[in-house]
């Protein structure tokens, strides 16, 4: 069927006959000579926006993003996780504490060093050892057997022995 | 000049992709302008749609699978971007479509690049108190000659809604000549 026969109007088919097409509108001279420039210069001066416009790049660029989200959260978690005591040596615990003895609170290390660590632990850089006082130490005096004949000759000098004073008793 | 099929090669080569596009628009370039500026009526206007509509090409070319005509996919980005100016224009200044027209009218008088006689001008403004679609397919059938197939295309609807709207088009625009 011929398309030109939808105008089944007479009137307004005539008038439209009478009507010439493409006449009535016009462009500036050389307006289509010029357009192809027009459009290189807005693709070749924008290459970046372009890029990010395509659609494939807009979807890699997000899935990187949030490849990238995720392997921080990731690692810092586990970063703030508290290790498993199982997983350090007792020397790597007692040189960590060694180097930040001053960050960490009473608390803290009360929770990870037994009683029993004290006896040995190395403080700062120091050589200096904090030795286990004995048990008996506490408990019993001392006895005239524990010190020597010079020691308790030093103590009666420092006395007053022998300068008088002890005649008048 | 190149075919159709010519085109489409070169630009699915990556070596021959600039060419092929500067050939597309060679081959297209005239035809889209003038579907634009039927619409937008200003040449300045038509000039920035069209601009857009042939970076847009350019950006999407390599989504072009060959599914459709070529002219079919320019065509059908140039009338959606077309659409899309004035549905814009509307909703910006919240026009009424009654405004809309108005305004295009106005415009296609003060004109410059505009040169139509008595006639013209009485048809011209007919066809903007059109709703856009119906504008639309009367100025490629009428204006641009194209095929009813090749608009129902472009416009994704069927042939025989597209007559359907191209007749009411001409019902319409016998009466505004006539109570004019």
């Known amino acids: ?169 | 000049m190149f075919t159709e099929e010519e085109i489409i090669e070169k630009i699915q080569d990556k070596k021959t992709v600039n060419y092929g596009f500067n050939l597309l628009m060679d081959k297209y370039q005239e035809q889209v302008y003038w579907v634009i500026r039927r619409m937008v009526i200003d040449h300045d206007v038509a000039d920035d749609i069209a601009q857009d509509t042939f970076v847009k090409v350019w950006k999407n070319l390599s989504s072009f699978k060959g599914d459709a005509k070529l002219s079919t996919w320019i065509y059908r980005i140039a009338t959606n971007e077309s659409l899309t100016y004035l549905r814009k224009k509307k909703r910006r200044f919240f026009l009424p479509i009654g405004d809309v027209e108005h305004e295009l009218s106005s415009s296609l008088e003060s004109d410059h690049y505009y040169s139509g006689d008595e006639i013209q001008l009485k048809l011209q403004k007919a066809l903007l108190k059109l709703p856009e679609k119906q504008r639309l397919v009367f100025n490629m059938k009428y204006f641009e000659e194209m095929k009813f197939k090749d608009i129902a295309e472009i416009l994704d609807v069927s042939v025989g809604s597209l007559k359907a709207q191209y007749h009411h088009a001409v019902k319409k625009i016998e009466k505004f000549v006539k109570d004019d």
Not at chain 1, 106 to 122: A, H, K, N, S
Not at chain 1, 131 to 141: F, Q, Y
């Open chain 1, 1 to 169: 069927m011929d398309d030109k026969k939808d105008i089944e109007d007479d009137a307004i088919r005539e008038f439209i006959k009478n009507s010439s097409k493409n006449k009535d509108f016009k462009v500036p001279d050389g307006y289509f000579d010029g357009f192809q420039k027009n459009i290189h210069a807005r693709i070749y001066n924008n290459p970046k926006s372009n890029r990010w416009n395509l659609p494939q790049f807009r979807w890699f660029a997000t899935g990187f993003a949030c490849i990238a989200v995720t392997v921080i959260l990731v690692f810092d978690f586990n970063k703030n996780l508290p290790l498993a005591e199982s997983e350090l040596s007792q020397e790597e615990l007692l040189a960590y504490f060694s180097e930040n003895i001053d960050e960490i609170s009473e608390t803290e290390l009360l929770d990870v060093v037994t009683e029993q660590d004290i006896g040995g632990i190395v403080l700062n850089d120091t050589t200096k050892t904090i030795p286990r006082k004995k048990e008996e130490d506490t408990e019993k005096p001392p006895s005239l057997e524990d010190f020597t004949d010079e020691e308790i000759f030093e103590y009666m000098l420092d006395e007053g022995y022998g300068t008088g004073e002890w005649d008048n008793l």
